[in-house]
């Protein structure tokens, strides 16, 4: 797989302090790494029981605690932080992908707990995301979501011709459920990208619908553009944990059973995850960023 040039969003400033600086070299240098992105359903720093390293990595736009997966070339960000402390709106996205790309990370696998808006979408069960729809492209700040903020050497229009999300790697999550006896939804699922920190109305639950959203969340879609802006493949999986639907004879969550099936839901994506984090995985990235003059 090609690596990605960064040096037009990475300066001399990012450089982590001189103790550190032989050990990233070397793993953007060593065999290819596979990273995850993980939701609010993941408090704690572990996967299956094992423990995970924490490092730093600094970045542009911030420091990162990044926490390597033991005996793989594998790494995971807790979007919220561990234990949990940053709310949607304030998860420093363009920082997490940035120490993603600095470590050399080839694909990247992003999860949420999701709001489901079609009726026909099972709870509980792990979904790939198939697209993405978020009209503005924004981050929840309200700044661009990119990482082209002012003019810089390099900068591009990102050209989707595959789509957010890489199908080989897609193909790569279905074959390690069935590998793990995991159930999966056979359909991809259309993800809706809904700012928060607060949930949404009756009638924006009927808006997002009827655009074509089929599930929902306050996060992942920024992490997925920016990803591809650095030329990075993505897969998106997701659990729906509750029923978002305008009509309410429909809003058909069991709050009985809500807490054990999120539990269930929750085992089932860890150990997708963590196979994930150990399975020998390529892409060829299927975009293009467009820039003048190339």
Partial sequence: MARRS???????????APENR???IALKESIVSIAAILGSSFETAELLGASLEEQEV??????VRVYKVPDAQAFV???HGVPHRHLPHQVNTRAHIAALARLGVEALLVTSS??????AVPLFVPLILGDLLMPDNRLPSGEVCTFFSESTAGQGHLVFDEGPFNHAL???MRRLARRAGTPIAEAEVVFGYVPGPRTKTRAENAYWARMGAQVNSMSLGPEVILANEVELPVVGLVVGHKYSLP???LQRTDQDTLGASLRSARQALEELVWRWLHAPTEAVFGNHLYRFGS
Avoid at 7 to 16: A, I, K, N, R
Avoid at 58 to 63: A, D, F, I, L, P
Avoid at 114 to 119: M, R
Wanted: charged share 25%.
């Fill in 247 to 249: 009509e309410p004879s």
């Fill in 77 to 79: 960000v807790f979007r």
């Fill in 22 to 24: 032989v050990t990233l």
């Fill in 6 to 16: 960064l040096d037009f969003w990475l300066t001399s400033e990012d450089l982590p």
């Fill in 114 to 119: 999701v709001g489901v808006l079609d009726a």
């Fill in 58 to 63: 600094e970045t542009r736009w911030g420091s």
């Fill in 170 to 172: 897609s193909s790569t």
